[in-house]
């Protein structure tokens, strides 16, 4: 029996697809181990979304090929830099992003290279993941972007957006409220432009979850700011589903940084936006993306930005460092800036997210929150769970008959990233 180990790099997108591909090996016979020195073949499931992701990945592949494993790459990495990475002694395959979902038959016909041409895809690719061992699941609805972002590579990587129909959603979130699961995250490259393709918008799809699903609980990927409308939030106000947790996709908060990466709205418009969200929604968890050190981006700017994500009721800031990527419009951009005053601008970001999110934190304890519990923590023996607005808590219980059930419990203290609380 073949045995493989697998890593995926990157998105939710990404990481859920990685689970398709190990199932379908599984399917076929072949063997999941979790040590290199177990395997055979090393299947990498790469992110281009960065230089650092890229090196990454090269570094990983070289290592387990050191190791005498045969080496597969798919993903984004694969998809963008096609035939050049067979020159690479120490990459065997490459299968592009949507090749990957057929690596089986690949490997049988002993075919080592597979990347068709997603720029001229209208189709979405249709993957089901029938995995019975957590109790939240992703389910991908979306692949592909229309935007052209000044920094950002991942539409060569992934081609058109292409949507899900509605009937395919909501029957796979039926198969899995029969599986049992009671959370379901919706996932995709850019959910916001779900349905643009066939004259739908995302709210549609969200009034026929509700109408027409089982599931208790249903939570969003990343958003554009331009998504949420306000007829979008006075739905989901409403909702019995909708877990009330935001990631809005910002980037910069400095109005002129956000015209050079051509995104089309203002940082007043989104501030406004998010104070609608905390008016209307209980403690709601609002995330959010913002590169560092974007080309161009001047001391006054990056003030601006640090002034105006204080302001912000943000909860909680993912930050990287602007990293420039061949054949985008930033590359060519004028004003690159060292890595050093990079990571800089990215750290005093990061040090901003941790108080705000600690400050959320403490915003809740004394609150009585619905928690999913996933299951029981192997040192103190306590539950684990996440609340609607995504804290993770752990409960002072053992009870494994809790696990996979909706339970209302009271936040009681904090304990570093997350919440003690009992039931």
């Not at 599931?215 to 979008?232: D, H, Q």
């Not at 901003?352 to 809740?364: G, H, Q, R, T, V």
């Amino acid at each position: 029996m073949k045995k493989f180990i697998l890593k995926s790099m990157g998105c939710k997108s990404n990481q859920f697809e990685g689970q398709i591909v190990a199932e379908r090996l599984v399917e076929a016979g072949y063997e999941e181990v979790k040590k290199l020195e177990d395997a055979d073949f090393y299947v990498l499931n790469s992110c281009s979304v960065t230089h650092k992701s890229d090196n990454e990945a090269m570094y990983l592949l070289r290592h387990a090929k050191n190791l005498g494993l045969k080496t597969i790459l798919t993903g984004c990495v694969a998809q963008i830099e096609k035939e050049k990475l067979l020159d690479l002694s120490y990459i065997d395959y490459v299968f592009g992003n949507e090749d990957k979902f057929e690596i089986v038959s690949h490997l049988q016909n002993e075919e080592n290279f597979i990347v068709r041409d997603l720029m001229s895809e209208t189709e979405f690719y249709k993957i089901s993941l029938n995995d019975t061992t957590k109790t939240r699941i992703s389910l991908k609805i979306q692949d592909g972007c229309d935007n052209r972002c000044a920094y950002c590579i991942i539409p060569y990587g992934r081609g058109k957006s292409r949507s899900a129909d509605i009937d395919y959603i909501v029957n796979e979130i039926n198969r899995y409220s029969e599986l049992g699961y009671k959370e379901v995250v919706f996932t995709g490259i850019h959910i916001g432009l779900w349905g643009v393709d066939f004259g739908k918008q995302l709210l549609d799809l969200l009034k026929e979850i509700e109408a027409k699903t089982s599931i208790p609980r249903y939570r969003l990927g990343s958003l554009n700011p331009l998504e949420i409308t306000s007829e979008m939030l006075d739905f989901l106000q409403d909702s019995e589903k909708f877990c009330p947790h935001f990631h809005l996709s910002l980037q910069s908060a400095c109005n002129s940084t956000l015209k050079r990466m051509n995104r089309h709205y203002t940082v007043e418009y989104y501030l406004e936006q998010i104070e609608d969200i905390v008016t209307r929604f209980d403690k709601p968890f609002l995330g959010s993306d913002i590169i560092a050190g974007f080309v161009g981006e001047t001391d006054e700017e990056f003030e601006t930005t640090i002034a105006n994500l204080w302001k912000s009721k943000l909860t909680q800031i993912h930050t990287f460092p602007y990293s420039i990527r061949k054949g985008t419009i930033a590359e060519k951009l004028k004003g690159h800036l060292p890595d050093r005053v990079k990571e800089e601008r990215a750290g005093i970001i990061k040090k901003i997210s941790a108080e705000k999110f600690d400050e959320y934190l403490k915003s809740n304890i004394g609150v009585e929150q619905e928690v999913l519990i996933e299951k029981r923590l192997n040192k103190e023996g306590n539950l684990k769970g996440v609340t609607r607005n995504y804290i993770n808590v752990e409960i002072e219980d053992n009870d494994l008959s809790l696990c996979n059930t909706l339970q209302v419990v009271k936040l009681k203290e904090i304990k570093g990233n997350k919440i003690i609380a009992v039931l």
